[in-house]
């Protein structure tokens, strides 16, 4: 077993913490990145998109500087994307105008943390996080000294546990699969017609696509399986290669993602558009913040609660309203394929829309 010492220990390499990792580094600070899978990226549990430019500054017009945050290889970017097409029930479809693109998660993430290893971070993979004892991390690979440790590390975080930080209420459980075939250049999501609260998707790449389901334990009371193979029986999909399993975040940001010796960042601090379960964009923009925080800590002391207060200035209130968009679909859409598609009627194109882009549905 070894022992480190560093500034900042980040735990978890996917785009939450290989940019906080990138920020905190590019400042002269010691950083290391510990993820527990041999291979970063590896499996994938993701649909893969990424809104484009554009799309993110309208969701976040707060957030600063966004294209040299998001400026990625053209080479990851698999297929452009015009649309997002909202089916009910009864297969009609409303088609909400929304760029993005599609990539793949393994080498976006793997490109991720060569950035961050190019800002001067230190990368451990096959190293699980156990929990803290005063200021040193206990992992498999020996202990791990910091002054600053970030929770990156999914919405089980168990650097949130060990800070005694919340973790994410109520996650929807997800899975997610490659399917062959030719796919229009739209996000499909598909509302009821599967069971009571569950959902599913279609996200086109390049001669395939990323299918999946997830659902709401509170409406559904089948198995994630079971509903899988069903939307693929249901829409003939030639599935390949294996299903990879996930827990998304789906009651928006936790209370409090800082102590006076860490921080929670992506999904472990809820960092998920409830609506869509998008969350790449919000680890990105919030692990900056943490990455420049941290830093800051370590040369001159600044507070950890500025992390906070800066992602809650540039996110809180478009999470907020995705949160209640979710309240409301629990309340009046989930429970029957008639009422997800009345609802989906009453709201129609604009609001749907609306709620897709974290803007309010109503005056």
């Not at 077993?1 to 400042?27: E, F, H, N, Q, W």
Request: with cysteine; charged share 25%.
């Amino acid at each position: 077993m070894i022992t480190i010492k560093t500034d900042v220990l980040v735990v978890g390499a996917g785009p939450a913490g290989s940019i906080t990792a990138r920020y905190a580094a590019s400042k002269g600070i010691d950083v290391t990145l510990i993820e527990r899978r041999k291979e970063i990226g590896v499996p994938v549990r993701c649909g893969e998109f990424m809104p484009s430019n554009d799309e993110i500054k309208g969701m976040f017009p707060r957030a600063s500087n966004m294209e040299e945050l998001f400026d990625i290889p053209e080479n990851l970017k698999l297929r452009d994307t015009e649309a997002i097409r909202l089916t009910d029930p009864k297969m009609k479809m409303t088609d909400i105008p929304f760029r993005g693109y599609t990539t793949d998660r393994d080498r976006f993430d793997k490109y991720l943390v060569s950035r961050a290893e190019e800002a001067g971070a230190s990368l451990i993979t096959d190293c699980a996080f156990h929990n803290t004892e005063g200021n040193t991390a206990k992992t498999s690979a020996g202990d791990i000294e910091y002054k600053v440790i970030i929770g990156a590390d999914g919405p089980g975080s168990r650097v949130s546990r060990s800070l005694g930080l919340p973790i994410p209420e109520r996650p929807y459980p997800a899975v997610t699969a490659q399917a062959n075939g030719d796919f229009d250049p739209v996000v499909v999501m598909f509302f009821g017609g599967i069971a009571p609260g569950a959902y599913g998707w279609i996200i086109p790449k390049k001669g395939q696509a990323n299918i999946g389901i997830g659902f709401s334990p509170k409406f559904a009371d089948g198995n994630l399986n079971g509903y899988f193979d069903k939307f693929v029986e249901k829409h003939g999909f030639d599935v390949i290669g294996r299903k990879g399993g996930k827990y998304v975040p789906s009651q928006g940001p936790v209370g409090k993602t800082f102590t006076d010796s860490g921080m929670t960042v992506g999904d472990a601090a809820g960092h998920v558009i409830s609506v869509n379960g998008g969350g790449i964009p919000l680890a990105m923009i919030a692990g900056r913040i943490c990455g420049t925080v941290a830093a800051d800590r370590v040369i001159s002391g600044r507070s950890l609660q500025d992390y906070q207060t800066e992602w809650s200035r540039i996110m809180l209130k478009p999470l907020k309203i995705a949160a209640r968009g979710k309240v409301m679909a629990d309340i009046f859409a989930f429970g029957s394929d008639l009422r997800t598609g009345m609802c989906m009627k009453i709201l129609g194109k604009r609001r749907m829309g609306n709620l897709i882009r974290c803007r309010r549905m109503f005056p």
